[in-house]
Structures are given as structure tokens and as C-alpha cells.
């Protein structure tokens, strides 16, 4: 039985979701790496490209707060922006092992819950 929540909750709930399913899905592809013998494979400048990856990781770690309180317009534009772009983080940052298709699956799809429940929130 699912119980009707507050949409700030519902929305701070699956941020927190995604952002463990990324964590996750790191975790997983160092270790498919470090078992396959294989150096890191991270191109360019690893320092610029870790700096950019620090960058756009925190948009989903800060949504997880600011879902919660932020006021109803800015909350409802920046889970729908917020949202879009973790989705095309996902999809273009990933690589073709199985354990990333299945967890980026996963993380599409609760963005996608994000960006539509965003979309159909009414103010109270």
C-alpha cells in the first residue's frame, strides 16, 4: 500500500535513490576495472575531468536538500532542469558493461519519476 507523502519528500526521496544508485554504479565499474587488470580509463586531464565530475555530481546531492525546501516555483524548475541533465549525465558519461546498463536503467527511470512528478505538482 503506497501512502500519499508530502511531494517535497517524495521528491528529496528518490534524489537520495538516484544518488546511491550512482554511487553504486562507481563503485561497481572500479571494481570491474581493478578485477580486470585494467588502469582507470579516464580521458583527458584526470584532474579536470575529476574537478567537472565534482561539479555535476553535486546537482543531484544538492537537489536532495533543496527539494525539501525550497519554495514551490524555483523547487518545481530546478527538479525538472535538475532532472533533464542527470539524465544526459547518465546516458553520456556511461559505458557498455552490464552492471552500468542495468543501474543507469535504474537511474533514468527514477529521473524520469523526478522530472514528471515535478511537472504535475500544482501549488497547494
Do not use: C
Not at 526521496?13 to 588502469?39: A, E, H, K, P, Y
Not at 565534482?54 to 523547487?75: C, D, E, G, Q, V
Amino acid at each position: 500500500m503506497i501512502v500519499k507523502t508530502d511531494i517535497k519528500v517524495k521528491l528529496s526521496t528518490l534524489w537520495i535513490l538516484v544518488m546511491l544508485n550512482m554511487v553504486f554504479n562507481d563503485i561497481f565499474s572500479i571494481m570491474v576495472q581493478l578485477v580486470d587488470g585494467d588502469r582507470l580509463n579516464i580521458p583527458g586531464d584526470v584532474k579536470i575531468v575529476m574537478a567537472v565530475a565534482a561539479i555535476i555530481t553535486n546537482i543531484p546531492i544538492f537537489m536532495i536538500f533543496l527539494s525539501r525546501f525550497l519554495k514551490y516555483k524555483l523547487n518545481r524548475i530546478l527538479n525538472i532542469v535538475a532532472g533533464i541533465f542527470t539524465i544526459l549525465y547518465v546516458v553520456g558519461g556511461g559505458d557498455l558493461t552490464p552492471h552500468y546498463i542495468i543501474i543507469a536503467f535504474i537511474e533514468v527511470i527514477l529521473l524520469l519519476i523526478i522530472v514528471l512528478t515535478a511537472m504535475k505538482w500544482k501549488e497547494e
